[in-house]
């Protein structure tokens, strides 16, 4: 009874903090809200598609096909301007991730064999202008190409006209000679969808963060002078250690519940579900407890808890790969983000997501490391705890 009065206490401490409350969930759901925006291609109502200024100073039929091929590129939004102003003007807004220009005589030069120059404008490099840039090279590829083949047949007795044989070509580069098969192999896996991603990674990091963080309340009874009374009371400190963590298990579990459902609500994230996704939480909030713990019982003060948890947590979770996808990390990097736990919290939340079951086959490794890191953590901490005073 006396653990369970415990826990209640402290329950009611961190619930009714309103610090602890921002950190528990305003925070997670504006840095998902924030991060899906940075990482999401484009903010275009088309989705995926890069959105395109185009203005044309030619009047030719080479340069309307051109025009054509522009606006039926998938990956592509072609916004008109009718002066090279107004074309200016798109790139440097923003409004656009670049800005092409037709001269004129473009489509002349291209039928008579020349080389014309064309203008892509940008206001700075950016991933997405790269992407831009991508797509009207192999466009302009293609029209080399039938260029180079309209030019040769013409010659030919009894050819057609340079713009049909020019089309025809053209034409040919939507009927690909060779078929291409993607297979999986080894441990390939596809790919979440990034709101899953976004909500899985800021979930974790800040669950542990809340955690760790309100787990430093032994500092606050220090500093307010209550803590001696505490281990004086007629209490073993298993008791009162059980409690503390009960209290905080009670806790996380409350935080993460709500923030899984908001994050499903809000961002379309998903987290698995059956026996595996209540173990791999339950390992998490503990993890979060002896983290918090032992640096309660590092640290003096309860502000420099705050503080180092804060960049400890927030160092690691980046490399932990909450913030991007591991995917992208240098094979150094990788190295490293294997060594945090918040890599492998993430790593089981995904593959719950992923199979979409709770084979102990899929979570073992995860759920083995996440219980490592929390009995370390936690034996490191209740030693220091017991040579208190």
């Known amino acids: 009874m006396k653990t369970l009065n415990i826990a209640w206490r402290m329950l009611r401490v961190a619930l009714f903090n309103k610090n602890n409350l921002l950190m528990m969930f305003l925070m997670p759901l504006a840095f998902s809200l924030v991060f899906g925006l940075l990482l999401s291609p484009s903010g275009d109502e088309n989705g995926n598609a890069l959105p395109l200024a185009l203005y044309v100073a030619d009047d030719h039929p080479v340069t309307n096909i051109l ?49 014309p120059t064309v203008t892509l404008l940008r206001e700075v490099d950016t991933n997405l202008f790269v992407a831009a840039e991508q797509e009207l ?24 006209s340079w713009l049909d044989i020019f089309t025809r070509a053209l034409a ?30 800021f979930t974790v990091m800040f669950v542990m963060m809340a955690i760790s963080t309100a787990a430093g309340c032994v500092l606050e009874e220090r500093e307010w002078g209550t803590w001696p009374r505490v281990l004086a009371a007629p209490i073993e400190k ?26 499903k609500l809000i961002f379309g994230a998903e987290f698995g579900g059956g026996w595996g996704l209540v173990a791999l939480s339950s390992l998490l909030i503990l993890c979060a407890v002896s983290i918090g713990m032992l640096m309660a019982v590092t640290v003096k003060t309860f502000q420099q808890q705050q503080a180092i948890a804060s960049i400890v947590l927030t160092i690691t979770s980046m490399l932990g790969g909450l913030f991007f996808p591991v995917e992208m990390f240098s094979p150094a990097l990788m190295k490293i983000a294997v060594l ?12 719950l997501v992923l199979r979409g079951s709770s084979s102990w086959a899929v979570l ?21 705890l017991r040579t208190s005073e």
Not at 86 to 115: D, H, I, K, W
Not at 137 to 158: D, K, Y
């Open 364 to 384: 073992q490794k995860p759920l083995l490391i996440l219980a490592a890191y929390s009995a370390v953590f936690f034996l490191i901490g209740w030693q220091r």
């Open 172 to 201: 040919a580069w939507d009927e690909p000679t060779v078929g291409v098969e993607s297979t999986a192999i080894g441990n390939s896996e596809p790919s979440i969808q990034e709101g899953t991603h976004i909500g899985i990674g």
């Open 238 to 263: 298993g008791q009162l250690v059980a409690g503390y963590v009960l209290g905080y298990f009670g806790l996380g579990w409350f935080q993460l519940g709500i923030l899984m459902l908001l994050e």
């Open 67 to 115: 025009v054509e091929q522009l606006r039926a590129n998938p990956r592509l939004v072609i916004r008109d301007m009718v002066t090279e102003a107004a074309l200016q003007t798109a790139v440097q807004g923003s409004e656009v991730v670049a800005g092409l220009l037709l001269p004129a005589g473009f489509g002349e030069q291209v039928q008579a064999g020349r080389v």
């Open 340 to 351: 945090t736990p918040q890599f492998w919290a993430r790593q089981g939340f995904v593959d």
């Open 137 to 160: 090279q192999g466009l302009f590829t293609q029209f080399a190409s039938a260029t180079v083949t309209a030019n040769l047949l013409q010659a030919a007795p009894a050819a057609d």
